[in-house]
């Protein structure tokens, strides 16, 4: 056996030792998170203690639990029972473990939750390397299980293991994320599934959600790019960055979902929370994208028959609502949209300063005054499956002279992926608005 191998085997010997000795490997990383700590040193040592807490809970917790809906919704109707967790049960650390192997990180990085959880990202979804789990955001699931039956992590990291990595039907991104936290829990690295609502896909890196309209303000589908998820879940895991300047420890988000290549492969992440709040986009790794997904401006954008672009509306406060996650040991909902933006004053000037490394860096400020402003506000908890949705547009003119104005509006039926389907309703009314 070539010595490169009896390495991995003794290597894989001491470490399924070690699992069955404290019920998971949560001492291997222990030392570098503990670090994370010392980093952070202008906090209370109650605010220190209640996060190791918190991280100690999730590695040991034996559920983890997805949020879904929409933002407006209430949480229990949106909510699915998540994956039962599934670190402890048989043949996942061996699954895990040949996760490791089959990432070729060489073993010298195993003790690295930076390199570790990167990989982790990229080997969940099969996209470029026969990876964990197959996506499916279609309505055929022939051949493999719904997203939405899955009841463990267990099952998939055990299928996958036992036929010697194939890769496993299917997935979407609260399956991707369920995986995940099983993987990097049972690797000893705090992890938890995180939900964020209206979550943004920015494709051109300019930090901003766009959507581009023709002369006469039809959207443009073939142009737009950019689209808005109702949810997106993703993983946050805590640990030291001393790849990065002070400050930068502690969660940092990890996705295993593949939405854009990163460095050549569909991964995410790991990105500190902090940086995302700050709008420090130039901070590794995939903060941009991050930052998109919570924090930008929607921009409707009008192209003119002679080649001018101009911006008709912006919407500042849409993307990334009640970003939440799992409380440790119930099952209540905490809300952590605070970790990702900052006050309403600060979070402009994290939008603005993210802005600035973006593809568009001379966007801010937006040219035209905005005095009229559009409402749109639905009845009761929204839409409901075979009723009638009511909602009611409301046109204010802030400024001191009467306003004339073109209401065009169109409803349209998405996906929760953001993908358009038909259009229910659309319509251009002239309105004159007086002012008060
Ligand atoms: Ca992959
Ligand atoms: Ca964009």
């Given at each position: ?358 593809s568009k860096p001379t966007l801010y400020p937006p040219p035209t005054e905005n005095d009229v ?64």
């Amino acid at each position: 056996m070539p010595r490169k191998e009896r390495r991995l085997k003794q290597k894989k010997k001491e470490l399924l030792e070690a699992a069955k000795g404290s019920g998971s490997l949560s001492s291997w990383f222990m030392t570098s998170t503990t670090d994370g700590q010392r980093v952070e040193s202008n906090r209370s040592d109650v605010e220190i203690e209640t996060e190791e807490e918190e991280k100690e809970g999730n590695i040991e917790a034996q559920v983890t639990k997805a949020v879904q809906g929409t933002a407006s919704q209430e949480m229990e109707e949106g909510e699915k029972e998540g994956n039962a967790e599934a670190q402890f049960e048989e043949n996942v650390l061996e699954a895990c473990l040949f996760l490791l192997e089959k990432g070729q990180v060489a073993m010298t990085e195993w003790r690295d939750p930076v390199i570790v959880s990167r990989m982790v990202s990229a080997l969940v979804n099969s996209t470029d390397d026969q990876g964990v789990l197959i996506g499916n955001w279609s309505d055929s699931f022939e051949g493999g299980t719904s997203p939405t039956a899955w009841s463990g992590s267990g099952e998939i990291l055990r299928q996958y293991y036992k036929s010697s990595g194939k890769s496993v039907k299917f997935a979407q991104c609260w399956v991707y994320a369920g995986v995940t936290t099983s993987v990097l829990r049972c690797l000893g690295i705090p992890t938890r599934c995180v939900t964020n609502f209206s979550s943004a896909h920015d494709t051109d890196l300019s930090l901003t959600t766009d959507i581009d309209l023709d002369e006469k303000l039809e959207l443009l589908k073939d142009e737009t790019n950019d689209s808005v998820w109702n949810f997106h879940v993703w993983n946050e895991s805590w640990m030291t960055r001393p790849d990065l300047p002070p400050g930068n420890g502690g969660w940092q988000v990890v996705d295993a979902t593949p939405q854009e290549s990163s460095q050549g492969s569909y991964r995410c992440g790991p990105t500190p929370v902090s940086a995302v709040r700050n709008g420090q986009v130039n901070l590794k790794f995939d903060t941009p994208f991050v930052f998109a997904e919570v924090n930008s401006d929607r921009i409707y954008w009008q192209k003119n028959s002679d080649g001018s672009v101009s911006q008709v509306h912006v919407e500042k406060n849409c993307i990334g609502q009640r970003i939440s996650t799992k409380a440790v040991g119930s099952d209540t909902r905490v809300d952590i949209t605070h970790l990702y933006k900052n006050p309403e004053e600060e979070e402009r000037i994290a939008v603005e300063t993210a802005s600035r490394f973006g593809s568009k860096p001379t966007l801010y400020p937006p040219p035209t005054e905005n005095d009229v402003t559009i409402e749109i506000i639905m009845d009761g908890a929204g839409p409901c499956i075979g009723e009638d949705a009511k909602l009611s547009i409301v046109l204010t003119n802030k400024s001191s002279k009467q306003r004339t104005a073109s209401l065009l509006y169109e409803v349209m039926v998405m996906y929760y992926t953001g993908v358009l389907k038909d259009t229910v309703k659309k319509d251009w009314i002239p309105i004159d608005l007086k002012f008060d």
